[in-house]
């Protein structure tokens, strides 16, 4: 079955610094790629999604590019910020041939960031 | 433009109990997914509703079942309620089943079940 793992948490850093969340993942058929925040108290959030392989996801300065050869989706951020804190989840979903989609997706465990000023 | 709208918020219940979690969907979404999250954990697929029937389910008891309204708002029943049913219950909302835009969720802030 479908499956994602990602990288021990918790990442605590520093204001300005890289970030880096990595997300490995294992699936049948052709599954489009997602990061997932949750900020406290609050639903998730879709950040950034990669449908196909070499796609690259990007919004608010966060980026992942899916990597159909080693099975990836790194989220990347060159200087994070305070607010950034949060909890980020790498999911999928499956894609059937034909281009199907259906919505079920799977997470990973989640990883949570804190940054300090 | 509302959300996805949960009710209720908060909830405590005893073993053995039943429990309802309600969902509003996003503006013109049509499809409703129930997922549980545990503490520390991942959101798990529960099911998924469109057309008022159960389209997708996940590894999940009987216990849980659910409804879509015509209005697309959705329940999600869990019987007999055992300490482990405790978690942050989310509801999400999409449009398009069979289309990328299927996997495009909006999420709700969930409706979080103690059970003692």
């Known amino acids: 079955g479908n499956s994602v793992t990602q990288m021990e948490g918790p990442v605590t850093l520093s204001e300005e610094a890289f970030l880096t969340i990595n997300c490995t993942y294992t699936a049948t058929g052709y599954p489009s790629l997602f990061w997932y925040v949750q900020y406290p108290g609050e639903g998730l959030q879709l950040l950034l999604k990669a449908t196909k392989a070499d796609d690259k996801g990007s919004n608010k300065g966060f980026e992942a590019t899916y990597r159909k050869e080693t099975t990836s989706f790194h989220l990347e951020k060159g200087s994070v910020q305070v607010s950034d804190s949060a909890v980020y989840f790498c999911a999928l979903s499956d894609r059937h041939a034909g281009g199907t989609s259906y919505g079920k997706l799977t997470f990973g465990q989640g990883t949570i960031l804190t940054v300090h000023p | 433009d509302a959300g996805v709208t949960q009710s209720p918020t908060h909830l405590i219940k005893t073993r053995g109990q039943q429990v309802t979690l309600r969902c509003s969907p996003k503006?013109?979404?049509?499809?409703v997914s129930w997922y549980q999250q545990a503490l520390g954990q991942g959101p798990q697929f529960i099911f998924q509703y469109y057309e008022e029937e159960e389209r997708q389910r996940g590894n999940f008891p009987d216990r849980f079942s659910g409804h879509q309204f015509p209005n697309y708002s959705s329940e999600l029943n869990v019987n007999a309620l055992l300490l482990g049913d405790s978690a942050l219950y989310l509801c999400?909302?999409?449009f398009g089943q069979g289309t990328s835009g299927a996997n495009v969720l909006t999420f709700g802030a969930g409706s979080r079940l103690t059970v003692l």
């Open positions: 999400a909302s999409s």
């Open positions: 503006s013109g979404h049509d499809t």
